[in-house]
């Protein structure tokens, strides 16, 4: 039986080809969409899955309140892990990761440097923790000992050779010497590890040994024995304040206490997140990675919802209107005899047929989508061909989908009473209608939702490009790794200052983009309490800082050379001083200093304070900073005047290769790096553009294929009209207005859910934009445009139709 409704269902399919293509192509859209959509969410929450034990894994957090300032920490104090690992039970390991940033690294022997972007210290039983094994060595002695590393497989073929590499002599930065004890396979894509390539022994940093109880630096990683609960643990871990903290910080301040401290309304709270959520959950100060969001898979997965919908109710819209077309058909079979039963599952054959079609068309659609998907979303997924599990999930959502797209327009048509449609009482026989019109209201609902939010994310993007940052982020260039010039630093910078095409530099690894950072704590002159500590960012900067960024001063002056004792000077920034509760003029003067505890600690006299620059993402307020003089420079910022920049970067390369003979010229553009913090939101837009283009599409197939239907169904009224003098501009106005009264329901429904949903996703900026109302006017528009193109032309095309062929029409 089931044969024969097959083959019924094909010879239905071959004898109304348009609305098969029109039904094939929108589920095929539909469904390649969805696809893409899948594979990204799948790649998504697979995170950090791959690590044995990952179950077990969790990260430890802060969350603190001191000085004025909020923080939230994915990084602890250095002495925790082994504190947690001696005085808890139910922790089996612990191990902790220090980001080093990028390094400069050759063999021994070798004459240029390789740059590592992403290195880390380890702790030894970093490998332990995460059931990494190595290529190359052995795992219980490779990160035992000070000085040494381990590679990935790509870090050691580019240095050495996989096999060689054991063993072998790295210079790193020029200076300190390491040896290679160990290499492992590259880490997945798909893990918090993936952008690291070198992991040198924690052994050998002297400040992991520290008992820096609130220096909060150090991601720290737990291991809980098989059956304990994370919960357990929870409540005894915030008392390491009792046991360790406070008996710390009494060193500072002797009259401390944890009563007084929460009076002050601070704040110290430690707790934990799974290996697992840490992706796509944490959002915290610092990551060891850059993470997604789960609101980001929620909005992508709506999206692959949306698609699939609006593809079903293509087919449902379409097949109930030519449903008249078939009205004598089912009629006849239920005269010979067939029950409603027989009909619905023929008609869910077809509807099935067309999935499985579908399918073929939209596995094709997606491998020729997926390298430019995977460019755009930034990631490397593949379609898993080879899994037997993927062809089931697969096969099984069709077959769904099937049943799902057919089932109103199988029990439609297998209601039709055989006598009424036998008769010719045409379509009031049929009816069906109201459900066809509110399908399409819903499929451009869906539209102008997606439009609303295209446009609104990328107002948003727009207005942090045009933003006022405080700081010129144009045509800066940053030279990084300056270090390696030596001791002809400075000669290399007033090298640089006396080109042409340059109008400043300096010195400084503090940028107002990712880059180096330090939070301290710090203190007026006779205002040691506790209560009255200022927690802010300590920058180390040159005197051509703020002339080189164009940060404009507020009161008093910046660093100058004249001036010997500008050695202990500072200068803070407008939250800074709004944190001191004085105005800028009154800080001036002010003694400030960092190094409580100390027998001779140095006070910095306020100097200037500039104005407020954003020097973190604009998801978040102006922190207080200070800047003073001094530090370990890790790069020079160069301004360059409009012109060649090509003949400057020569230029500067020239300069470079003179000083740094053999050393490798990283550089990068200040405005590269500020656009790459958003890359997130960059990434989502494109997204956006991309699906709700095809949510149109589907939504204008559906439309062409209804206004062909509704065109051939007025044929005879057409014609009389035309005889009765109605022009062809009069009768396409008519045939349209009935479609653009849904798609006006469509744009008052949407409006409002696009604007709220909007205004919730704009809640994660601090500095956002307002909706404008020209936003929604223009999604309103849009979809009225497409709507008016997508139907004037079946219209017009049926009403320049001879009207004496019209009257013939049977």
Request: hydrophobic share 45%.
């Amino acid at each position: 039986m089931f044969k024969n409704y097959v083959k019924i269902a094909w010879r239905s399919l071959k004898k109304q080809p348009f609305f098969t293509f029109l039904n094939t192509l929108g589920l095929a859209i539909g469904m390649a969409g969805g696809l893409l959509i899948s594979l990204y969410i799948y790649d998504e929450l697979s995170f950090d899955k791959m690590f044995p034990d990952a179950d077990r894994i969790y990260r430890i957090n802060a969350d603190i309140r001191f000085g004025g300032s909020d923080m939230k920490s994915a990084e602890v104090s250095a002495p925790m892990a082994q504190a947690i690992q001696n005085d808890f039970s139910q922790i089996e390991t612990t191990t902790r990761i220090r980001n080093r940033g990028s390094l400069l690294l050759r063999k021994s022997g070798a004459e240029s440097n390789t740059r590592e972007s992403n290195v880390a210290f380890v702790d030894s039983t970093f490998l332990k923790m995460f059931g990494i094994d190595l290529l190359v060595g052995d795992a219980k002695s490779a990160l035992t000992e000070p000085n040494t590393l381990v590679l990935t497989k790509t870090a050691a073929e580019k240095h050495f050779g996989l096999q060689e590499a054991l063993g072998q002599k790295m210079l790193l930065n020029n200076s300190e010497t390491y040896t290679v004890t160990g290499v492992i396979d590259d880490l997945p894509a798909n893990s918090l590890l993936r952008d690291h390539s070198v992991f040198m022994a924690m052994a050998g940093f002297e400040d992991a040994q520290q008992m820096l109880w609130t220096s909060h630096n150090y991601f720290t990683f737990i291991k809980l024995i098989p059956g304990a609960d994370i919960a357990d643990f929870q409540e005894p871990l915030q008392s390491m304040l009792d046991t360790y903290i406070f008996p710390y910080v009494q060193g500072f301040f002797p009259g401390i206490t944890k009563e007084g401290f929460i009076a002050s309304g601070n704040y110290l709270n430690y707790s934990t997140i799974p290996l697992t959520d840490i992706h796509l959950y944490s959002s915290r100060d610092s990551e060891l990675s850059a993470n997604s969001s789960i609101q980001n898979v929620y909005i992508l997965f709506f999206i692959g919802l949306f698609l699939i919908v609006l593809a079903s109710v293509n087919f449902m819209n379409l097949s109930t209107a030519h449903s008249l077309k078939r009205a004598k058909e089912v009629g006849i079979r239920k005269t010979l005899g067939s029950n409603k039963s027989e009909l619905i599952r023929q008609f869910l054959t077809e509807s099935g047929l067309i999935a499985f079609i579908s399918l073929l068309l939209s596995i094709i659609i997606t491998m020729v989508a997926l390298p430019f998907f995977n460019e755009l979303s930034g990631k490397s997924v593949s379609i898993p061909f080879a899994h037997p599990i993927f062809w089931i999930i697969l096969l099984m959502a069709t077959l769904l989908l099937g049943i799902f797209a057919g089932s109103y327009p199988a029990f439609f048509m297998s209601r039709f009473v055989a006598a009424k449609v036998l008769q010719g009482s045409g379509q009031n026989s049929i009816g069906g209608g109201r459900i066809r019109n509110s399908l399409v209201v819903f499929q451009f609902a869906i539209s102008v939702f997606l439009i609303v939010a295209t446009l609104v994310v990328f107002q948003q993007l727009q207005y942090i490009q045009g933003k006022d940052l405080g700081y010129a982020k144009d045509q800066i260039l940053i030279v990084e790794d300056v270090s390696v010039v030596g001791e002809q630093l400075q000669s290399f910078k007033k090298e640089v200052q006396k080109l042409a095409q340059v109008s400043n530099a300096t010195l400084s690894g503090y940028l107002p983009i990712p880059s180096f950072r330090n939070n301290n704590s710090f203190f007026k002159e006779r205002a040691t309490e506790q209560e009255n500590a200022l927690q802010m960012q300590e920058w180390r900067v040159d005197h051509d800082y703020l002339s080189t960024l164009d940060i404009a001063l507020v009161a008093g002056r910046d660093f100058d050379r004249k001036f010997a004792t500008d050695s202990t000077a500072m200068i803070l920034n407008e939250s800074a001083v709004d944190l001191m509760g004085v105005t800028p003029d009154e800080a001036l003067g002010m003694r400030i200093s960092g190094d409580l505890g100390e027998e001779s600690p140095i006070f910095y006299t306020v100097i200037g304070v500039v104005k407020n620059f954003h020097f973190e993402s604009l998801r978040e307020n102006i922190g207080p900073l200070n800047l003073s003089l001094g530090g370990f420079p890790g790069a020079m910022a160069v301004k360059i005047k409009a012109g060649d920049f090509t003949d400057t970067l020569r230029q500067i390369e020239s300069i470079w290769n003179q000083m740094a003979p053999g050393q490798l010229f990283n550089y990068r553009f200040m405005e590269d790096a500020f656009n790459a913090t958003y890359e997130a939101e960059q990434k989502l837009g494109h997204i956006f553009v991309v699906f709700t283009i095809l949510s149109i599409l589907i939504a204008c197939l559906g439309l062409f294929g209804l206004a062909a239907f509704n065109a051939q169904k007025r044929t005879k009224e057409i014609g009389i009209r035309k005889v009765l003098g109605a022009s062809v501009g009069q009768i396409t106005f008519r045939l349209t207005t009935d479609f653009l009264k849904m798609v006006a329901v469509a744009i008052l429904i949407s409006l409002p859910l696009g604007w709220y949903a909007m205004n919730k996703w704009l809640e994660d900026f601090t500095y956002r934009i307002d909706i404008p109302w020209w936003i929604l006017a223009l999604a309103a528009f849009l979809s009225v445009a497409i709507a008016v193109v997508t139907v004037s032309f079946q219209s017009i095309k049926a009403a320049i139709v001879n009207p004496v062929k019209s009257l013939r029409t049977e």
